[in-house]
DNA sequence: AAACTATTCAATATATTTGTTGAATAGTAT
DNA sequence: ATACTATTCAACAAATATATTGAATAGTTT
């Protein structure tokens, strides 16, 4: 082998694996499989996907070894491989926020238009939990919350949040979280929280992010 | 614009910005704008692309804002358009090494067959540093040097090493370096270095990765 | 064994990507 | 202006990726 054909093949490999990130609904399956593991049927309502089409991206990921599966009746939950994916995953996401204008339009001007834009990194979130009193609020699906989430965090899924707000302080802030920087849950939840007289901004990015940091989580 | 509507579109930049970079060329073409800024012509010779079909590649990365042109007189030089787009690359090749066993046996087996296999990465290094001696000898070509190089380390082209080894120490170590993993300018320098009696390893990582991880380089 | 369920497979049509070739363009030197 | 050079463009053929549909498979429950 000379050193043309060594670079072709190892290029080759590497563009691969590349090009079975390189598909919408295969990014957005690799986001939500972040948060743990997933059924293809609920992945594919996750991403109003056909389950015909979803089981045939999860191939293509399969196949590039990005996703493990593990059979649990009639039913196959998929899961990231490892920790490698999502940071793969996080510098595409972070290489796009920056290059491609058109991303952080579309994030501002959908938040806007709904909800008021306000939110803040996880390094300002730090900060604040370091000069003061701050209530953390996961608005996932439980499920989500148990395989992992922000320590202290309060579990109020989006779907309960109403009814539950009461649960939660008037004068001290409060900070939502999700899944990620595209997840609009937080930003849901914002809304309702200001409208009801709370004061909540929205963490901007997802306990993946967080996790990765090595900042300190807890299970169940 | 709702939810769904939005995720497609976010997921849709990203996935643009993927597959921009979703192709061998393409990635070598990262790989190699990353040690500094070349022009069309270089990039094709690099590649052992036509000119025209690089100039392709070239247009696609630019369309997705990842390189930035720059004309001097007749050329035209394009260079990495920030650090995230290494950064980016960079997360991919680790995932494929880590996930695809045929990019390690490749490497492997290129190494063996043609040289001695070993290496050393950039932590290893640094403990080197520490306790002992070691020369550290920069082979790419002297442009790419001059743009940037480890701190310390001496410029021997790996095209000129035979005649300028005698300028290398016998008795200590001698670490060489080059573009990157899949650069085999060091693999080259380490067989020619250990026929000749020297120690001589080669270092896994290359110049940009010394570089990212904010260790001291030096330009000129 | 039969019925059932979640997932995968297979086949096809359509869209996208890639390589190749030769012509066109933008800038430089004469 | 003319000749020259590096790069890009345009057009086409071949290869690859994607969505859609309905059938097949593997495991579970009755």
Redesign the pocket.
């Known amino acids: 082998m000379n050193k043309r054909e060594f670079k072709d093949r190892v290029y080759g490999e590497l ?2 694996i590349t ?1 079975s990130l ?5 990014l957005e399956i690799i986001e939500l499989l972040a948060q743990g593991d997933f ?4 992945i ?1 309502e996750q991403t109003s ?12 990921l ?1 196949q590039a070894q990005l996703v493990d ?1 593990n ?1 649990q ?5 998929y899961k990231l491989a490892n920790g490698n994916v999502f940071k793969a995953w996080k510098a595409l996401r972070e290489l796009g926020v920056e290059r491609i204008a058109t991303i952080e339009k579309l994030v501002k001007d959908f938040r806007q238009s709904k909800f008021k834009f306000e939110s803040v990194t996880i390094e300002g979130l730090l900060q604040r939990l370091e000069s003061g009193k701050v209530t953390i609020i996961d608005v996932r699906p439980t499920t989500e919350f148990n395989r992992g989430h922000i320590a202290n965090a309060i579990s109020i899924p989006i779907s309960e949040l109403k009814e539950r707000m009461i649960e939660l302080p008037k004068r001290t802030e409060i900070i939502a979280y999700c899944r990620g920087p595209f997840c609009v849950y937080a930003d849901e939840a914002v809304a309702i929280l200001n409208k009801a007289g709370y004061k909540a901004t929205r963490l901007e990015e997802g306990f993946p992010d967080w996790s990765l940091m090595g900042l300190p989580i807890e299970m169940n």
């Open positions: 563009a691969r090009k390189a598909n919408p609904h295969r059924s293809v049927e609920q594919a996907l056909p389950i015909a089409n979803a089981s045939q991206h999860l191939q293509v399969k599966i059979r009746g009639n039913f196959i939950y």
